[in-house]
């Protein structure tokens, strides 16, 4: 499977992704966790992209664009990909689209996951996530149910960049929904129910 997923900050996609790595093992590719990464090792993009972060804006396009090209060009993504996070612009699903091209591999699907906004903030103020495993849970979570681990929240988890996070998606990244209409790809899931249903109806919309 090669799919898009698409939807605002804190609509379920990576705990989607997670539930679909675990059932058949498509490798997840997460521009965030990949750059929040790279912000804890202090690499050169780390450098670049912690200020942009921060402040809950997109980190500049030619970066990500450079980061997916060398990404998907990895062996495991050869077997097919979920990603998450990527595109977030035009620019970056026109770059996506050139690559795909390029390596004959397109894509089967951009699956948005629907959550309004008013929910969104709800959610992610009151996220946290797993330091250990990644898990995605919230804050009656006192430590990690799959394995123990400590849970902290993400440092653009407050109100303020929430904000400012789902401003941006409205503005650089939901025009993407109508972009993957027009390719015949996008199929739509109501991601304002329990985790389990949710993913029922993702495993039906892609076939799986
Ligand atoms: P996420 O974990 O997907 O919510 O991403 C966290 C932050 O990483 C975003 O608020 C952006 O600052 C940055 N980021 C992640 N993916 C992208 C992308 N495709 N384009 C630009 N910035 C990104």
Redesign the pocket.
């Known amino acids: 499977m090669n799919i898009v997923l698409l939807g605002a ?2 609509a379920g ?2 705990t989607q992704a997670a539930k679909l790595v675990e059932e058949f093992g498509t490798p997840h590719i ?7 990464a790279a912000v804890k090792n202090q690499t050169e993009l780390g450098k670049k ?1 912690k200020a ?10 030619s ?2 664009i450079d980061l ?1 090209n060398e990404r998907l060009q990895e062996p495991d993504a050869a077997t097919g990909f979920i990603l ?6 035009t620019a ?1 699903a026109v770059a996506l689209d050139a690559l795909l091209s390029d390596l004959e591999r397109p894509l089967d699907a951009a699956l948005l996951v629907d959550v309004d906004a008013e929910v969104i903030i709800e959610r992610l103020t009151a996220r946290r996530c797993c330091k250990e495993c990644g898990y995605i849970g919230s804050k009656a979570d006192g430590v990690c149910p799959k394995c123990e681990g400590e849970m902290y929240q ?1 440092d ?1 988890d407050n109100e303020a ?1 929430v904000r400012n ?1 789902l401003d ?1 998606y409205a503005k650089s990244t939901s025009p993407l929904i109508d972009y993957y209409k027009g390719k015949n790809l996008l199929v739509s899931v109501d991601g304002d129910r329990p985790v389990d249903d949710v993913y029922t109806d993702v495993k039906s919309l892609l076939k799986l």
């Open positions: 900050p804190g996609k990576g997460s521009t965030g966790d990949i750059l929040r992209a942009f972060m921060d402040a809950g804006d997109l980190v500049p396009d970066l990500i997916m998450d996070g990527f595109p977030r612009t970056q993400r653009d960049t996070r941006v």
